[in-house]
C-alpha cells in the first residue's frame, strides 16, 4: 500500500490507528475516580505528544540512519516556533503560512550550520552543534531582544499582541491560530458512561501532519537515499574509496531532520502562539536524544514511543502531590498511610526528574534497544509461549534499520 | 481507593447518565454547555497552583505551594482560620467558596515559560481549574498571564517584580499581589539617600534579560533623581556562575556604590563575588563603598550567608512585619510549617484568599464577575497593612519595605531587617506611566472563555 | 594594565575548574573509553562534601534562651555545635571556620568511594556498548545523583565560607609595584589547581603505575594480551578522577556557594573544553580549560561588549566553533579518536 511493504505498511496502519483512538486509549480511566490523574487524553499532551513525535522521527533521520548525533537540534524547533509567530504577528493567523514558513526557515537555518558542521564528525560534530544551538539560545534570549531589535521578546517568549499588524486577519476569523476558520483550540468532548474523550482539533491536525510526516520518513528509510545514509554510518571510509561524496547525502539528511525540528516549532506555536527561548536550550536538545534513544535509534516507530514516554512523564508525574498521595493509600491503617506516603513522595511531584533518570537508566542498562526492543521480547515471549518459533518474523513491529 | 474530589469535572453531568452505561455524545463542547470556563458544577472547586518545583527556584515553589495549602485550609474552615480573622472583608464564612469546598491541583513551572504554559494549559484542559496561582519569574508570569486571558480563566501572579507584568504585558483577567522594579526604586531612593547620600557614583550590574532591564531602568532613574551619577551599566548573561570578570572593572571604575540587579543564584554568586573582592571594604571618593540589591528574598539571603550584611534593599513583605494581618499569618504558618512565611509565600497565600473573597463577593466564580470584584478593591489584613488593587492596570498598591541584611542575627530567620516601610503613596504612579508600556498598554476585556 | 592583568587572573581561575574537570574528564575518556556525562555530578557531590562536613562539624544541642523570642514568640532556642562545647569556645568555632579546608580530606576518601562504586557498579557494563548509550546512562545517573541532592539539601545555594585567615583580598602587584588587589582564596584555588594538575602529570610521568596506564590508553590490547590487569587499574584512574573532580568542587564552595545543579552548569562547558584540547588529551584538556577561562573573562570587559555585543554570551560557543574548524581534532587531539 502507498508504496510500502508489507511490514512497512502494517507498521504504518498501526501508528494511524494510535494516533486517530489516542483520546480513547489515552484515557483509559474514568473522568472521577482517583486514577484519572494518568489520564493523558487532554489537548494539550496530545499535541505534544505528537508534536515531539515529528519532533524525534526528524532527528532519527539523522542519528538513526547517518550515526552524527546532534546536540543542537532544539535550536532548529526554536528557529521553526519563532518563524510561525512572526508569520501570526505581521500577516495572518491561519497555520498554513506560518508552518510552512517554519520549515522552510529550519531548513536554511540547518543548512547554515550543518554545511559547517558536517566538515567534522564524531564528537566535534556534536559540540559543533551543540555550540551554535546554544548561541542561537543565548542570543534569543537577551540579545535578540533588545528594544531597539526585538525579535525574539526574550524571556517573556514571542507572542501575538493586539496591536500587531496582521495583514490577512478578518473579523470574522477567531483570534487564535486556526486553519481556515477552524480554530486550533477547538474541542469537543464526548462522554460514554463515566468517561470523557477529547477531540481536539489542534490535535488531529497535527497527528495527521505527524502521519504523513512518519510515512515519508518511512519512505525515506526504504530509498536508496536511506541505503546511502545507512552506508556513512556503518563505514564512511569505504564510501570514499567507492568513489563515493559522503557529504552531500548527510547534509541533506541534516537540512531534512532540521526541517522536521521546524515543522514541530512550527506546529507548536500553531496550537500555543508563544515561542520561548527556553525551547533552544541544550536540554531541549538532549531532551530529543533522549526521546530517540529510549524509543529505540534507528527504529520507525522508536522515536514516537521515546517523546510519548518523556511527556508523559513531565506532564503527568509532576502534578502528583502529597495530598493525592494520602488519597490513594487512604485504605491503610493511618500509620501506614503516611509510611507509604513517605516512601513514594521522594519519586513524584516535585521528585519526578529523580523518577524520570532511574527509569533512564533502567531501560539504558536492560533494554540497549530502547522500549521497541522491550516491546520485542515481550512479543517474542508470548509468542514462545504459544508454541512458535518466533524467529521468523521477528522485526514486525519494529523494523529496525540495520 | 477511590478519591472522589481529584478530578470531579462533569461531576453532575456524569451522574446523569452513570448507570445507563449508554453511549451518550454531548454535541457541544464543555465551554458552550457552560456560562464561562470551567464553571465548577459539583460541590466542589479546583484551583490550580503552578510553581517552580523543579530548577533553581525549587525551594521558593515549595515555599509558595505550603503557602496556598494553608490558604485552601483556612478557606475550607479547617486549622486555625488564619488571616480570615483579620481580613477586613468578611464574606468568607469558612465553608469553601461560595459553599463549595475548595480543591487544589499542582504543577511544575520548572522557571520555563513555555513549560510554565504547559502545566497552566494541563490544568485548565483536564482538572478544570477556574484560577490559576503562584510562580516564580516574571517571564513566567506574563507568558501564563497570557494563556489565562486566552482560555478565560483568573491568572494571580505570585513572585513577579518585572514592571511589565501589570505594565505593557497587563491582561485583564490577570492581577498582581507582588510589587515591581519600579516601586522598589521609589521606595529606596529616599532610604539611599539617608545613608549614602547625594554624592554617590552607582555602577549597575543586571541580568541579562527582561526583569533585569526593567529594574535597572527603574532604580537609575529614582537614583538619579537623588543626586547620583550612573558610572556605568553592564549586563551579565543569566548562565554566569562567575561573576569575578564583572565585579574587576568596578574595583578601577571611580564608582563607590555597586546596584546588582540579580536574582536567585545569579544575585547570591555576584554578592559573594563583590565581598570576596573586598568591595565593602573599599574606600572610594573618600566615602565607604555600598552595595545596594534592589530585589531580596529570604532564600538569596540564606545563600549569600554572612555576605548579605549592611546591604540595603527592598521586598514585598517580611514576616517581622508588625500588624495584625502578618502576626496572624506569622502564627498560623509557623506553628504549622516550623519556619516563618517568606514573601513569595505570603504573596500566594493573601492571593488565595483575595480570590476567594472575590468570588465570594461577586456571587460567582464567572472571571468577569471576579475582575470586577477584584478591580479597585480596598482591603486590609492579610499582612501587607492598607491595600488596593488598581483597576486600571491590576497592579496591587500598598507600603513597600526597606531592608537591610542584619549585623546580628539571632536566628537563621532574621537575617534581614526592616529599615523603613515606604508608605504606599510615595510608590504610586500612573498607570500610563512610560516605563509601564506608556498610553498603548491596555487590559483589554476580561474573557469568560465561552 | 591593572584590569588587565585582573582579567588574566580572573581567567586563570575560571580556567582552573575548567581544568580541572575537564583533567578529570580526559583521564575516564582516555583510560576507559568512556564518556561520563556524571562528570558534573561529581564536581557538585565533591561540593557537596564540603556542606556536609560544615553540617557535621555543626552538629548542635539546643539550649533555651529565656531572654530572647524567636519568630513564633516562644523562648528562643540557641543551638550551640559539640564542637565548641567540646574544644571551648574559640577553638571549636575556630575549626567550624576552617571546615572547607578540612574537607579536603574528608572528599577524598568520599569521592574514590563514589568513583570505585560508580565504576564498578555500572560503567563497567558500558565499556563495549555505544557512545550514545554511555552518554545516555551516565546522563541518567547525573540526574538521579542532583535530584538527591536536591531532596536532603534542598535547591537553594548554601553559604560555604573560606576561613576569615583566606578571606579577603591581597595585594597582588605589591611585588611589581602595582595596586592589584584579588581575593586571597580564588589565588589558593589556582595554586591549589595546579599542584593537583602537576601531581596527576608527574604520576602518569613517573611511576610505573602511571607508565602503564599510558600504554593502556595508547593500545589497551596489546597492553592486556602483555598479561596486565589493566582493568584494575583503569578502575584505580576511574577513582583518582572522581577524586579530582571531587576536590575541585570542595575548593569551589567559598568562591560560589554550592547548589545541586551546579554541576550541570560545569557539565556542558567542560565538555567543550575537552573536545577543544582535543578528545583524549591531557594536555590539551589543561591548555583548553587556561584559554577559553582567559577569553571568557575578556569577553566580558565593557570594551569587548561594546565592540560586539552579546558576545560574553557566545565567546566560548564562538572559540570552541573556530577552533574545530581550523584544527579539527581540537588543540592537541589525536587521529581517530571519536571520529566513527
Same mark, same amino acid.
Given at each position: 500500500?502507498?508504496?510500502?511493504?508489507?511490514?512497512?505498511?502494517?507498521?504504518?496502519?498501526?501508528?494511524?490507528?494510535?494516533?486517530?483512538?489516542?483520546?480513547?486509549?489515552?484515557?483509559?480511566?474514568?473522568?472521577?475516580?482517583?486514577?484519572?490523574?494518568?489520564?493523558?487524553?487532554?489537548?494539550?499532551?496530545?499535541?505534544?505528544?505528537?508534536?515531539?513525535?515529528?519532533?524525534?522521527?526528524?532527528?532519527?533521520?539523522?542519528?538513526?540512519?547517518?550515526?552524527?548525533?546532534?546536540?543542537?537540534?532544539?535550536?532548529?524547533? =526554536?528557529?521553526?516556533?519563532?518563524?510561525?509567530?512572526?508569520?501570526?504577528?505581521?500577516?495572518?493567523?491561519?497555520?498554513?503560512?506560518?508552518?510552512?514558513?517554519?520549515?522552510?526557515?529550519?531548513?536554511?537555518?540547518?543548512?547554515?550550520?550543518?554545511?559547517?558542521?558536517?566538515?567534522?564528525?564524531?564528537?566535534?560534530?556534536?559540540?559543533?552543534?551543540?555550540?551554535?544551538?546554544?548561541?542561537?539560545?543565548?542570543?534569543?534570549?537577551?540579545?535578540?531582544?533588545?528594544?531597539?531589535?526585538?525579535?525574539?521578546?526574550?524571556?517573556?517568549?514571542?507572542?501575538?499582541?493586539?496591536?500587531?499588524?496582521?495583514?490577512?486577519?478578518?473579523?470574522?476569523?477567531?483570534?487564535?491560530?486556526?486553519?481556515?476558520?477552524?480554530?486550533?483550540?477547538?474541542?469537543?468532548?464526548?462522554?460514554?458512561?463515566?468517561?470523557?474523550?477529547?477531540?481536539?482539533?489542534?490535535?488531529?491536525?497535527?497527528?495527521?501532519?505527524?502521519?504523513?510526516?512518519?510515512?515519508?520518513?518511512?519512505?525515506?528509510?526504504?530509498?536508496?537515499?536511506?541505503?546511502?545514509?545507512?552506508?556513512?554510518?556503518?563505514?564512511?571510509?569505504?564510501?570514499?574509496?567507492?568513489?563515493?561524496?559522503?557529504?552531500?547525502?548527510?547534509?541533506?539528511?541534516?537540512?531534512?531532520?532540521?526541517?522536521?525540528?521546524?515543522?514541530?516549532?512550527?506546529?507548536?506555536?500553531?496550537?500555543?502562539?508563544?515561542?520561548?527561548?527556553?525551547?533552544?536550550?541544550?536540554?531541549?536538545? =538532549?531532551?530529543?536524544?533522549?526521546?530517540?534513544?529510549?524509543?529505540?535509534? =534507528?527504529?520507525?516507530? =522508536?522515536?514516537?514511543?521515546?517523546?510519548?514516554?518523556?511527556?508523559?512523564?513531565?506532564?503527568?508525574?509532576?502534578?502528583?502531590?502529597?495530598?493525592?498521595?494520602?488519597?490513594?493509600?487512604?485504605?491503610?491503617?493511618?500509620?501506614?498511610?503516611?509510611?507509604?506516603?513517605?516512601?513514594?513522595?521522594?519519586?513524584?511531584?516535585?521528585?519526578?526528574?529523580?523518577?524520570?533518570?532511574?527509569?533512564?537508566?533502567?531501560?539504558?542498562?536492560?533494554?540497549?534497544?530502547?522500549?521497541?526492543?522491550?516491546?520485542?521480547?515481550?512479543?517474542?515471549?508470548?509468542?514462545?509461549?504459544?508454541?512458535?518459533?518466533?524467529?521468523?518474523?521477528?522485526?514486525?513491529?519494529?523494523?529496525?534499520?540495520? | 481507593?477511590?478519591?472522589?474530589?481529584?478530578?470531579?469535572?462533569?461531576?453532575?453531568?456524569?451522574?446523569?447518565?452513570?448507570?445507563?452505561?449508554?453511549?451518550?455524545?454531548?454535541?457541544?463542547?464543555?465551554?458552550?454547555?457552560?456560562?464561562?470556563?470551567?464553571?465548577?458544577?459539583?460541590?466542589?472547586?479546583?484551583?490550580?497552583?503552578?510553581?517552580?518545583?523543579?530548577?533553581?527556584?525549587?525551594?521558593?515553589?515549595?515555599?509558595?505551594?505550603?503557602?496556598?495549602?494553608?490558604?485552601?485550609?483556612?478557606?475550607?474552615?479547617?486549622?486555625?482560620?488564619?488571616?480570615?480573622?483579620?481580613?477586613?472583608?468578611?464574606?468568607?464564612?469558612?465553608?469553601?467558596?461560595?459553599?463549595?469546598?475548595?480543591?487544589?491541583?499542582?504543577?511544575?513551572?520548572?522557571?520555563?515559560?513555555?513549560?510554565?504554559?504547559?502545566?497552566?494549559?494541563?490544568?485548565?484542559?483536564?482538572?478544570?481549574?477556574?484560577?490559576?496561582?503562584?510562580?516564580?519569574?516574571?517571564?513566567?508570569?506574563?507568558?501564563?498571564?497570557?494563556?489565562?486571558?486566552?482560555?478565560?480563566?483568573?491568572?494571580?501572579?505570585?513572585?513577579?517584580?518585572?514592571?511589565?507584568?501589570?505594565?505593557?504585558?497587563?491582561?485583564?483577567?490577570?492581577?498582581?499581589?507582588?510589587?515591581?522594579?519600579?516601586?522598589?526604586?521609589?521606595?529606596?531612593?529616599?532610604?539611599?539617600?539617608?545613608?549614602?547620600?547625594?554624592?554617590?557614583?552607582?555602577?549597575?550590574?543586571?541580568?541579562?534579560?527582561?526583569?533585569?532591564?526593567?529594574?535597572?531602568?527603574?532604580?537609575?532613574?529614582?537614583?538619579?533623581?537623588?543626586?547620583?551619577?550612573?558610572?556605568?551599566?553592564?549586563?551579565?548573561?543569566?548562565?554566569?556562575?562567575?561573576?569575578?570578570?564583572?565585579?574587576?572593572?568596578?574595583?578601577?571604575?571611580?564608582?563607590?556604590?555597586?546596584?546588582?540587579?540579580?536574582?536567585?543564584?545569579?544575585?547570591?554568586?555576584?554578592?559573594?563575588?563583590?565581598?570576596?573582592?573586598?568591595?565593602?571594604?573599599?574606600?572610594?571618593?573618600?566615602?565607604?563603598?555600598?552595595?545596594?540589591?534592589?530585589?531580596?528574598?529570604?532564600?538569596?539571603?540564606?545563600?549569600?550567608?554572612?555576605?548579605?550584611?549592611?546591604?540595603?534593599?527592598?521586598?514585598?513583605?517580611?514576616?517581622?512585619?508588625?500588624?495584625?494581618?502578618?502576626?496572624?499569618?506569622?502564627?498560623?504558618?509557623?506553628?504549622?510549617?516550623?519556619?516563618?512565611?517568606?514573601?513569595?509565600?505570603?504573596?500566594?497565600?493573601?492571593?488565595?484568599?483575595?480570590?476567594?473573597?472575590?468570588?465570594?463577593?461577586?456571587?460567582?466564580?464567572?472571571?468577569?464577575?471576579?475582575?470586577?470584584?477584584?478591580?479597585?478593591?480596598?482591603?486590609?489584613?492579610?499582612?501587607?497593612?492598607?491595600?488596593?488593587?488598581?483597576?486600571?492596570?491590576?497592579?496591587?498598591?500598598?507600603?513597600?519595605?526597606?531592608?537591610?541584611?542584619?549585623?546580628?542575627?539571632?536566628?537563621?530567620?532574621?537575617?534581614?531587617?526592616?529599615?523603613?516601610?515606604?508608605?504606599?503613596?510615595?510608590?504610586?504612579?500612573?498607570?500610563?506611566?512610560?516605563?509601564?508600556?506608556?498610553?498603548?498598554?491596555?487590559?483589554?476585556?476580561?474573557?469568560?472563555?465561552? | 594594565?591593572?584590569?588587565?592583568?585582573?582579567?588574566?587572573?580572573?581567567?586563570?581561575?575560571?580556567?582552573?575548574?575548567?581544568?580541572?574537570?575537564?583533567?578529570?574528564?580526559?583521564?575516564?575518556?582516555?583510560?576507559?573509553?568512556?564518556?561520563?556525562?556524571?562528570?558534573? /555530578?561529581?564536581?557538585?557531590?565533591?561540593?557537596?562534601?564540603?556542606?556536609?562536613?560544615?553540617?557535621?562539624?555543626?552538629?548542635?544541642?539546643?539550649?533555651?534562651?529565656?531572654?530572647?523570642?524567636?519568630?513564633?514568640?516562644?523562648?528562643?532556642?540557641?543551638?550551640?555545635?559539640?564542637?565548641?562545647?567540646?574544644?571551648?569556645?574559640?577553638?571549636?568555632?575556630?575549626?567550624?571556620?576552617?571546615?572547607?579546608?578540612?574537607?579536603?580530606?574528608?572528599?577524598?576518601?568520599?569521592?574514590? +568511594?563514589?568513583?570505585?562504586?560508580?565504576?564498578?557498579?555500572?560503567?563497567?557494563?558500558?565499556?563495549?556498548?555505544?557512545?550514545?548509550?554511555?552518554?545516555?546512562?551516565?546522563?541518567?545517573? +547525573?540526574?538521579?545523583?542532583?535530584?538527591?541532592?536536591?531532596?536532603?539539601?534542598?535547591?537553594?545555594?548554601?553559604?560555604?565560607?573560606?576561613?576569615? /585567615?583566606?578571606?579577603?583580598?591581597?595585594?597582588?602587584?605589591?611585588?611589581?609595584?602595582?595596586?592589584?588587589?584579588?581575593?586571597?582564596?580564588?589565588?589558593?584555588?589556582?595554586?591549589?589547581?595546579?599542584?593537583?594538575?602537576?601531581?596527576?602529570?608527574?604520576?602518569?610521568?613517573?611511576?610505573?603505575?602511571?607508565?602503564?596506564?599510558?600504554?593502556?590508553? +595508547?593500545?589497551?590490547?596489546?597492553?592486556?594480551?602483555?598479561?596486565?590487569?589493566?582493568?584494575?587499574?583503569?578502575?584505580?584512574?576511574?577513582?583518582?578522577?572522581?577524586?579530582? /573532580?571531587?576536590?575541585?568542587?570542595?575548593?569551589?564552595?567559598?568562591?560560589?556557594?554550592?547548589?545541586?545543579?551546579?554541576?550541570?552548569?560545569?557539565?556542558?562547558?567542560?565538555?567543550?573544553?575537552?573536545?577543544?584540547?582535543?578528545?583524549?588529551?591531557?594536555?590539551?584538556?589543561?591548555?583548553?580549560?587556561?584559554?577559553?577561562?582567559?577569553?571568557?573573562?575578556?569577553?566580558?570587559?565593557?570594551? +569587548?561588549?561594546?565592540?560586539?555585543?552579546?558576545?560574553?554570551?557566545?565567546?566560548?560557543?564562538?572559540?570552541?566553533?573556530?577552533?574545530?574548524?581550523?584544527?579539527?581534532?581540537?588543540?592537541?587531539?589525536?587521529?581517530?579518536?571519536?571520529?566513527?
Amino acid at each position: 500500500m502507498l508504496g510500502l511493504n508489507k511490514q512497512d505498511t502494517s507498521l504504518f496502519l498501526i501508528v494511524v490507528a494510535m494516533t486517530v483512538l489516542a483520546p480513547f486509549f489515552l484515557n483509559p480511566f474514568p473522568s472521577e475516580s482517583s486514577l484519572a490523574l494518568f489520564n493523558a487524553g487532554y489537548p494539550d499532551l496530545m499535541q505534544r505528544f505528537v508534536i515531539f513525535g515529528i519532533f524525534a522521527i526528524g532527528f532519527n533521520i539523522l542519528f538513526g540512519l547517518t550515526g552524527y548525533l546532534s546536540f543542537g537540534h532544539a535550536a532548529f524547533l =526554536g528557529v521553526g516556533s519563532y518563524a510561525a509567530v512572526w508569520i501570526f504577528k505581521l500577516f495572518t493567523y491561519n497555520v498554513i503560512p506560518a508552518i510552512v514558513f517554519s520549515v522552510i526557515v529550519a531548513g536554511a537555518f540547518a543548512l547554515f550550520i550543518g554545511y559547517i558542521s558536517l566538515r567534522r564528525s564524531g564528537i566535534y560534530f556534536s559540540i559543533l552543534t551543540l555550540a551554535f544551538a546554544q548561541m542561537s539560545f543565548a542570543l534569543a534570549y537577551s540579545v535578540l531582544s533588545n528594544p531597539n531589535f526585538n525579535l525574539t521578546n526574550g524571556e517573556t517568549g514571542l507572542q501575538v499582541y493586539g496591536d500587531d499588524l496582521q495583514i490577512f486577519h478578518r473579523e470574522n476569523l477567531p483570534d487564535f491560530p486556526h486553519l481556515f476558520g477552524l480554530s486550533m483550540r477547538a474541542n469537543y468532548e464526548l462522554e460514554i458512561g463515566s468517561w470523557l474523550f477529547n477531540f481536539s482539533a489542534g490535535y488531529y491536525i497535527c497527528a495527521i501532519i505527524m502521519i504523513a510526516a512518519f510515512y515519508l520518513a518511512v519512505r525515506i528509510f526504504r530509498s536508496p537515499f536511506g541505503t546511502m545514509l545507512r552506508a556513512v554510518k556503518s563505514n564512511q571510509t569505504r564510501m570514499y574509496y567507492t568513489g563515493l561524496n559522503a557529504r552531500p547525502y548527510t547534509l541533506a539528511a541534516f537540512v531534512v531532520s532540521g526541517m522536521y525540528a521546524g515543522l514541530a516549532g512550527g506546529l507548536m506555536a500553531a496550537v500555543d502562539p508563544l515561542a520561548g527561548a527556553e525551547r533552544m536550550q541544550w536540554t531541549a536538545s =538532549g531532551e530529543v536524544v533522549l526521546m530517540t534513544i529510549l524509543g529505540g535509534t =534507528g527504529t520507525l516507530i =522508536g522515536p514516537i514511543l521515546g517523546a510519548g514516554f518523556i511527556k508523559y512523564f513531565e506532564n503527568i508525574f509532576s502534578k502528583i502531590n502529597d495530598t493525592i498521595l494520602h488519597g490513594w493509600f487512604a485504605f491503610l491503617p493511618e500509620g501506614l498511610e503516611n509510611l507509604m506516603v513517605a516512601i513514594v513522595h521522594p519519586f513524584i511531584g516535585k521528585g519526578w526528574h529523580l523518577t524520570l533518570g532511574i527509569l533512564f537508566m533502567l531501560v539504558i542498562i536492560f533494554l540497549p534497544g530502547g522500549l521497541v526492543e522491550g516491546g520485542q521480547r515481550i512479543l517474542n515471549l508470548l509468542r514462545r509461549r504459544n508454541g512458535q518459533k518466533s524467529d521468523a518474523d521477528k522485526s514486525a513491529q519494529s523494523t529496525p534499520a540495520e | 481507593m477511590s478519591k472522589q474530589n481529584l478530578t470531579r469535572r462533569g461531576l453532575l453531568k456524569t451522574s446523569a447518565v452513570a448507570g445507563a452505561g449508554l453511549a451518550v455524545p454531548t454535541i457541544f463542547t464543555a465551554q458552550s454547555a457552560a456560562a464561562y470556563m470551567n464553571e465548577p458544577t459539583g460541590s466542589t472547586v479546583t484551583l490550580g497552583f503552578n510553581v517552580p518545583q523543579t530548577g533553581p527556584y525549587a525551594d521558593e515553589g515549595a515555599d509558595e505551594l505550603l503557602a496556598q495549602q494553608l490558604a485552601v485550609e483556612h478557606i475550607n474552615g479547617e486549622g486555625d482560620g488564619g488571616c480570615l480573622n483579620t481580613f477586613t472583608s468578611k464574606a468568607l464564612q469558612g465553608n469553601g467558596i461560595l459553599g463549595k469546598k475548595v480543591d487544589f491541583v499542582t504543577g511544575d513551572t520548572q522557571t520555563k515559560s513555555d513549560i510554565a504554559r504547559a502545566s497552566a494549559k494541563s490544568m485548565i484542559e483536564k482538572d478544570g481549574v477556574i484560577m490559576v496561582n503562584g510562580g516564580s519569574s516574571s517571564g513566567v508570569a506574563v507568558a501564563v498571564q497570557s494563556l489565562c486571558q486566552e482560555a478565560g480563566i483568573i491568572f494571580m501572579a505570585g513572585l513577579t517584580h518585572s514592571n511589565d507584568t501589570t505594565g505593557k504585558d497587563r491582561k485583564a483577567n490577570g492581577f498582581r499581589h507582588f510589587f515591581n522594579a519600579y516601586m522598589s526604586g521609589a521606595a529606596l531612593a529616599p532610604v539611599l539617600q539617608n545613608v549614602y547620600g547625594n554624592e554617590r557614583r552607582a555602577y549597575h550590574l543586571t541580568a541579562d534579560y527582561n526583569w533585569g532591564w526593567t529594574q535597572e531602568e527603574s532604580i537609575v532613574a529614582y537614583t538619579e533623581a537623588i543626586g547620583w551619577e550612573t558610572v556605568n551599566t553592564v549586563k551579565t548573561p543569566l548562565a554566569s556562575t562567575d561573576f569575578s570578570s564583572y565585579i574587576a572593572p568596578v574595583l578601577n571604575s571611580g564608582a563607590d556604590v555597586l546596584v546588582l540587579n540579580h536574582y536567585g543564584g545569579n544575585m547570591v554568586n555576584s554578592l559573594t563575588n563583590a565581598i570576596q573582592f573586598g568591595l565593602l571594604d573599599k574606600e572610594v571618593n573618600g566615602q565607604n563603598f555600598a552595595i545596594v540589591v534592589p530585589l531580596y528574598s529570604e532564600l538569596m539571603a540564606t545563600g549569600a550567608g554572612e555576605n548579605i550584611k549592611g546591604v540595603y534593599g527592598s521586598m514585598n513583605y517580611n514576616w517581622q512585619l508588625d500588624n495584625e494581618g502578618s502576626k496572624t499569618f506569622v502564627q498560623s504558618f509557623g506553628e504549622k510549617f516550623g519556619k516563618p512565611p517568606s514573601n513569595s509565600a505570603q504573596t500566594c497565600y493573601a492571593q488565595v484568599l483575595l480570590y476567594a473573597d472575590a468570588c465570594e463577593r461577586a456571587g460567582t466564580f464567572n472571571p468577569c464577575g471576579v475582575v470586577e470584584a477584584l478591580e479597585g478593591f480596598e482591603f486590609d489584613g492579610l499582612g501587607n497593612g492598607p491595600t488596593l488593587y488598581r483597576a486600571e492596570d491590576h497592579q496591587c498598591f500598598k507600603d513597600v519595605l526597606v531592608v537591610r541584611g542584619a549585623e546580628n542575627p539571632t536566628s537563621a530567620y532574621d537575617t534581614l531587617e526592616i529599615v523603613d516601610i515606604t508608605p504606599r503613596a510615595q510608590v504610586e504612579y500612573v498607570p500610563n506611566h512610560p516605563m509601564f508600556g506608556g498610553d498603548e498598554a491596555s487590559l483589554g476585556t476580561c474573557n469568560p472563555g465561552v | 594594565m591593572d584590569s588587565i592583568i585582573l582579567q588574566i587572573l580572573n581567567g586563570l581561575d575560571k580556567g582552573s575548574a575548567y581544568a580541572l574537570i575537564a583533567l578529570g574528564l580526559t583521564l575516564i575518556f582516555g583510560t576507559l573509553g568512556v564518556v561520563n556525562f556524571a562528570h558534573g /555530578a561529581l564536581f557538585m557531590i565533591g561540593a557537596f562534601c564540603a556542606v556536609t562536613l560544615q553540617r557535621i562539624l555543626n552538629f548542635s544541642y539546643e539550649t533555651i534562651d529565656e531572654t530572647k523570642k524567636d519568630f513564633l514568640g516562644n523562648p528562643l532556642k540557641v543551638e550551640t555545635p559539640y564542637v565548641e562545647s567540646w574544644f571551648g569556645p574559640e577553638m571549636g568555632a575556630g575549626i567550624i571556620e576552617w571546615s572547607v579546608p578540612l574537607a579536603i580530606l574528608f572528599c577524598i576518601p568520599v569521592m574514590i +568511594a563514589v568513583g570505585f562504586a560508580m565504576e564498578r557498579g555500572l560503567i563497567k557494563f558500558f565499556y563495549k556498548r555505544t557512545h550514545a548509550d554511555q552518554i545516555l546512562v551516565t546522563f541518567g545517573l +547525573a540526574i538521579v545523583l542532583q535530584e538527591i541532592i536536591k531532596f536532603y539539601y534542598g535547591a537553594n545555594p548554601i553559604p560555604t565560607p573560606a576561613p576569615d /585567615a583566606l578571606d579577603g583580598v591581597i595585594n597582588m602587584g605589591a611585588i611589581i609595584g602595582m595596586d592589584i588587589t584579588y581575593p586571597i582564596w580564588r589565588v589558593v584555588y589556582f595554586c591549589f589547581a595546579a599542584v593537583i594538575i602537576l601531581g596527576i602529570f608527574a604520576f602518569l610521568q613517573f611511576t610505573t603505575f602511571g607508565m602503564v596506564v599510558r600504554a593502556g590508553m +595508547a593500545d589497551r590490547e596489546t597492553v592486556g594480551i602483555l598479561g596486565i590487569n589493566i582493568d584494575r587499574r583503569f578502575t584505580i584512574m576511574f577513582g583518582i578522577a572522581a577524586a579530582v /573532580a571531587g576536590l575541585a568542587g570542595v575548593m569551589y564552595t567559598p568562591i560560589n556557594p554550592p547548589n545541586y545543579h551546579m554541576g550541570m552548569d560545569f557539565l556542558v562547558l567542560s565538555f567543550v573544553v575537552v573536545v577543544v584540547g582535543g578528545m583524549g588529551s591531557l594536555p590539551g584538556a589543561v591548555l583548553a580549560g587556561f584559554i577559553l577561562g582567559i577569553l571568557e573573562s575578556f569577553a566580558s570587559t565593557a570594551w +569587548a561588549t561594546s565592540l560586539l555585543p552579546g558576545i560574553n554570551q557566545v565567546i566560548i560557543y564562538l572559540v570552541a566553533i573556530i577552533i574545530l574548524l581550523t584544527r579539527p581534532r581540537g588543540l592537541m587531539g589525536r587521529k581517530g579518536v571519536m571520529e566513527e
